[in-house]
C-alpha cells in the first residue's frame, strides 16, 4: 500500500444527499483544484456508501470509514477525527462502511487499497478524515453567513450548530446542510493539530457495542439471501493435494441435498440448510492425491530449518566488523538459537462466503479485512467488471491477518454458485478452518554476540531461516533473500550494537503462510528480547538496566522502558519460584514493552500472575479501545506461548478444532493486566493493533527464567519441563 499524504490544501469535495444532507468526500489523490462530487454505487446516494460524511436534517452525522472493524475499535476512532473538527454532537454520530465498488469506480483513489491491516486502521487516514470534518465544518460556516448576509468571521461552531453572538441566532447543522453542500472553498481550512483535540485523546465508548451487546450487529455469517442455499467444504488434507474420486451414495438418504461439487483440491456439498450439506459431507467417501508431500511431518520440516541456519543467507543488516567483534581476544560469546511454530488464526467467526451471480452482477456477503481485494478477485472469477461487483461489508468476527487479502473461500463459493445456479452461504467447519490456514511462519534463528569486559555486546550476529510471507502459499522453494516481516525487530533493532550481521534464508515448504498478528514481530519479538535477557544474565547485570544503557538514543524506547519498571514494580523482591521478566520491542511504527510476573511450582506448574504493558503510539484517538487492545493481544499472545502449535504428520495439519488447538479460557487469563498508554507526540502516528502481542512470550519465558533459572527457546511452553529444587 502507498501511504498518501494529504495535503491541507487538498480540496474536498461536497454533494447533496437525496435526504437533502450534506455529503462530504476527501480524494485521496487530491488535487489543487476542486472536482464535482462523485455519486455512490446506486441511484439514493443517501441510502448507499458515499464518500465520507454525511450530515442529515434531524442532524445525525454519519461517517463512512474505510477501513473494517473486528473489534479493535478503528471506526469509533475515525468518527472521532472527524467529529473533531465537525464540532457535532458526538451523540448524533453513527458509522457507516465506505463502499468497495464506488472505490472501484474511482479508480481505488477515493479510499485507496482498503485494507485494514498492519495496524494501519487509523494512523493511516488522520489527515483524510480530519480534512473531511474541516471541510464540513468551514462550509457550514459559511452556509450560516451567507444566510444571516453577516461576515463568516463573525460566525462560530459549537456543538452541532452554527452561532452568531451579535444577533443572538443560530441554526442547526441539519438545516444548513443543503447551502453548504454548494459552498466551493477557495483553500481548505487547516486542521488541527493533537494539542488542540478536545474529543480526540478522550476515553469514548466504541460506537459498535450496543448493536455486538443487542444482537443486532451482522457479521458474514448472518447474510441471508432470498432462495439462498448452503454448502459445506472440505479441502484436500495435504496442501498441494488434489481431488482423485468421490462416492456420493449415502447422500440418497439425507434431506435437502442440491447437490455435489467438485473442485480442484476440493469438494463441497450443498442442501437447504447448513447441517443437512456438512452431514452430506460427512457421509461422502472421498479419495485424495497428496501431491507428493505426503512423507513431510513436524520432525522433518523443524531439522530441515534448523540445518537452513548453516546455508548461504542474503545479507539484511551490515554495520560495523562483526567477525573480529566475534573473534577479539577476551569477549566472551553468548550464542542461541530459538525456535517458533507454525500457527493459526483461529478466528471465532470462521470462514464464510455468501455469493450472488446474475449475468450482469455479483454480490458477495463477506467477513473481510480488504473488501478492494475481494471485489476485485470477484471480477477474476467471474469475469465481470469491477464495477460490476458489490462487497457488502459486515463486522468481522477475527481477522488477525487471515482475511487481509488471500480468500480461500471465496473461489470456493463462486464455483459452487456457478454450479448450483442459486444464491450460496459457503461456510467453512471449524476443522477446515484450522487445517486450510495460511499459517504464521514456523521460524528459525541463531543469535550471537560478544561480550566486552563491562557486558556490553559489541555485536549482533542474526541467522534467520523463515518461510517468505510474499511467496508463501507458492509450494517448496528456498531465495537468499530478504523482506521487512523476516527480519522486524532484529533489523535496525533500536539497541546500541556497534556492529551487525543480520542474514536471511527465505525458506518455504509445501505449508502455506500468511500474515499473523504481529506478523514478523510475533516471533522475531520472541527471538530478540529472550536473547537480550540472556546476554544480560551473561553480564551478570539487570535486565532492565542492561537494556537501558543500550537505549540512551532512544528517548521513546526509555520512556517505555522505565514506565514498565516503575508501574511493574520491578526490582522489588518476590518469593522462591516466583519472577519477573520484561521485552520492549519496536513495531509498526511504536514502541510497546510489557512486564511478566509469573509463579512457577516446583512440579513446574505455571500460572501468570501479572501482565503490566506500556505503549507508546505517540499519538492516541481512543485511549478504550488502545487499552482493549493490548489487553486482547495478552490474552492472544498467551494463548501462542502457552500451547500455540499446528503440527503435520504425512503431509497434513493434525491440530483440528479448539479440543487439541487450545485458546486461553477464563481460568488461564492473568487475574492483573495493566495497560499504561504514554503517548508521547510529533509528526507520527504508530500502529496499536500488532504491537502489542510481540513482547508477551519473551517476557514470560524471561519471568520463567527469573524464577527457575530454566531458559526457554522454543515454542510454546507446553514442550519445556519447567521444574525445579
Known sequence: MNNVTLSRRAIVFSGVSAAGGLMIGVPMAAQAKGQPPLVADGTNPAKEMTAFLIIEPDNTVTVRVPHQEMGQGTSTALAMLVAEELECDWAKVRVEYASANRNARA???????????????????????????????????????????????????????????????SADYGSLAPAAATVQLPLEPKIKSPDQYVLVGKWTPRLDTPAKLDGSAKFGLDAQVPGMVYAAVWSAPVYGGSLKSVDDSALKDIRGIVGVVKLKDAVAVVADRYWRAKKGLDALKIEWDDGGYGNVDSNSLALDYHAALDKPMATAEKKGD??????????????????????????????????????????????????????????????????????????????FGRRGGAHDELPQAIAVAKQVNKPVKLIWSREQDIRRDRYRPQAFVRFRSAL????????????????????????????????????????????????????????NSHVPVSFWRGVGSSQNGFFIESFMDELAHAAGQDPYAYRRALLIARPDALGVLDAMAKQSDWGQPLAKGRGRGLAIIEAYGSVSGQVVEVTVSPQGLLKVDRVTCVLDPYHVANPNTVAQQMEGAVIMGLTAALWGEITFKNGAPVESNFHNYRMARMADTPPRIDVHLIPSGGPRWGGVGEPGLGPLAPALTNAIFAATGQRVRRLPLKHADLKWT
Open 107 to 169: 479508480g481505488g483513489k477515493l479510499y485507496d487499497s482498503m485494507q485494514t491491516v498492519g495496524s494501519r486502521g487509523v494512523r493511516t487516514s488522520v489527515s483524510m478524515m480530519q480534512q473531511a470534518g474541516a471541510s464540513a465544518r468551514e462550509r457550514l460556516r459559511l452556509a450560516a453567513a451567507e444566510r444571516w448576509k453577516v461576515d463568516p468571521a463573525d460566525c462560530s461552531i459549537a456543538a452541532g450548530k452554527c452561532l452568531h453572538k451579535a444577533t443572538n441566532r
Open 452 to 507: 566486552a569486559a563491562d557486558g556490553r555486546p559489541q555485536v549482533l550476529q542474526a541467522r534467520i531461516a523463515v518461510p517468505s510471507l510474499i511467496r508463501g502459499g507458492n509450494g517448496p522453494q528456498e531465495v537468499q533473500g530478504s523482506e521487512p516481516m523476516a527480519t522486524e525487530c532484529i533489523q535496525n533493532s533500536f539497541y546500541a550494537f556497534p556492529a551487525r550481521d543480520v542474514g536471511v534464508l527465505l525458506k
Open 322 to 399: 562483526p567477525e573480529a567483534a566475534l573473534s577479539a581476544t577476551g569477549s566472551k560469546v553468548v550464542e542461541a538459537v530459538y525456535e517458533a511454530p507454525f500457527l493459526s488464526h483461529s478466528p471465532m467467526e470462521p470462514l464464510n462466503c455468501t455469493v450472488a451471480l446474475t449475468a450482469e452482477r455479483a454480490d458477495i456477503w463477506i467477513s473481510t479485512q480488504a473488501p478492494m481485494a475481494v471485489l476485485q478477485q470477484t471480477a477474476r472469477e467471474t469475469g465481470l467488471q469491477q464495477d460490476q461487483v458489490y462487497v457488502h461489508n459486515n463486522y468481522v468476527g477475527g481477522g
